[in-house]
């Protein structure tokens, strides 16, 4: 029988976004001179209705005294809103829908078993509260609440023009990016608010913590999108964003660009098994570029019951309750569903989406619409290791012959995936036991 090993993904996603300290997507205000990078962020939207549940979790590089965020929301936020969520959940769940190899071992072709087929500035204290506030709102700026929620002081706000609103900021010791102001103005013409958080250091050391845990909350919304144009001002080049969307009826798509699903189901040298992190950055940068960055690629469309192959577990009905899957109670028929399936939910579906972005390829927010295609898709890749025997029968002849062409077309496919040199390729695939990867002419003129 031919041996299945589904190969978990993980090194992928440290290879892809490497976070050391985890925050949010928006945009970074801190103060002067303080060189901060905002590269890569994974985000988790729950959504049925108008019901939102936003998760955000980012890379970002500098010291933790220095972080601020500021996000657009639609609505003020109450503090019953928002919670400080757990970076195992996030991790979890990209284990689970990352892509994946899966490895294939040929029969003896002799005795086939089978036919072959993201603080608040220092010196800000109480006492200057009501001349902050009052200063604030000379501005045009709001303070609509004021919230702790874990390590992280919250502050949320309104404002009458973006010109305001980044004067504040600069009052408070932030620097704000060039550029903020047009797209600040977009979103207050928007009627939205602005989600501010900072890190109480103190809070932070009395709770443990030495990173920046993901921040989560809930609003009602008839918007189903995400901001990313705030991200880009003070990103050193384009970035990476993962959207894992949790929805009821079936797969995510954005509406104002392009979704395009990537490449799956390829077979390929099976030397990429210790080359996968290398490979899939590789491939991912070439369809970017034949996109013209200008696509959404969708990675991973599952109902979360189950999946085949696994590269993890489903999320238990627990995780994603805690991730804000509002609708599963613990009892009823997700109980027995839970029963029936391990670690399986009702009525949840996956969507993991990638996109690649800077200001000039996505002058727009994501914009996201809920489908009914509940089709499976799953970026997968296929190694098929060659056997090694003693050839001791015709069909071992023919097997050998069949092997040099189906080489042949898995060094294509990787060149044309990647646009890695088909040389390097055949070279490198000539090296495995059992396979001769020289071309026909090669080993005519003995080389």
């Keep these: 029988m031919k041996h299945v090993t589904a190969l978990l993904a993980a090194l992928l996603v440290v290879a892809l976004a490497t976070p050391t300290v985890l925050a949010f997507c928006g945009f970074y205000v801190a103060k002067a001179d303080t060189k901060l990078f905002n590269q890569a ?63 294939y071992f040929d029969d003896d072709p002799c005795s086939p078993r089978y036919p072959a087929t993201l603080q608040a500035p ?82 932070q050391a009395r709770l443990g913590f030495t990173y920046l845990r993901p921040l989560q909350m809930a609003f009602e919304s008839p918007k189903f999108m995400l901001p990313i144009r705030l991200g880009t001002l003070n990103a050193d080049g384009h970035q990476d964003l993962f959207v894992y969307a949790l929805t009821r009826k079936g797969r995510v798509e954005t509406t104002n660009y392009r979704t395009v699903r990537l490449p799956t189901g390829m077979e390929l040298p099976v030397y990429v098994k210790e080359e996968f992190p290398q490979f899939y950055r590789a491939m991912f940068s070439h369809q970017v570029e034949r996109e013209d960055m200008r696509a959404v690629f969708l990675e991973y469309a599952w109902d979360m019951g189950w999946c085949d192959p696994c590269a993890a577990d489903p999320l238990s009905m627990q995780e994603l309750r805690k991730l804000g899957v509002f609708w599963l109670s613990a ?42 295609d509940r089709g499976n898709f799953q970026g997968r890749y296929v190694l098929r290791h060659p056997w090694t025997g003693e050839a001791t029968c015709e069909a071992a002849e023919r097997y050998r012959e069949s092997l040099r062409a189906r080489v042949e077309q898995e060094a294509g496919t990787l060149a044309s995936l990647t646009g890695w040199p088909i040389e390097e390729i055949r070279r490198k695939v000539g090296a495995l036991p059992g396979v001769d990867g020289r071309t026909w002419w090669q080993k005519l003129y003995g080389q």
């Design 331 to 372: 009892s009823g028929a997700d109980e027995r569903l839970r029963r029936r399936l391990p670690g399986g939910a009702a009525d949840v579906f996956v969507t993991r989406l990638h996109v690649r972005y800077d200001a000039a390829h996505f002058p727009e927010d994501l914009v996201f619409q809920e489908t009914a």
């Design 41 to 103: 962020s994974q985000v988790v939207l729950v959504r049925h209705d108008d019901k939102t549940v936003l998760t955000m979790a980012n890379d970002f590089r500098g010291d933790l005294k220095e972080f601020a965020i500021v996000v657009p929301v639609p609505t003020v936020l109450e503090k019953g809103q928002i919670r400080v969520s757990d970076r195992a959940l996030i991790e979890h769940l990209d284990a689970y829908s990352a892509p994946r190899l899966v490895e």
């Design 122 to 203: 220092r010196g800000m204290t109480a006492t200057r509260g009501d001349a902050a506030a009052e200063r604030a709102r000379g501005l045009g700026v709001t303070i609509e609440a004021r919230y702790t929620v874990g390590e992280y002081d919250i502050l949320i706000l309104s404002a009458r023009e973006s010109g305001g609103l980044g004067t504040w900021l600069r009052d408070n010791g932030y620097r704000v990016p060039a550029g903020a102001s047009s797209i600040l103005g977009s979103y207050l013409k928007q009627g939205m608010k602005f989600f501010v958080a900072r890190v109480n250091l103190k809070e």
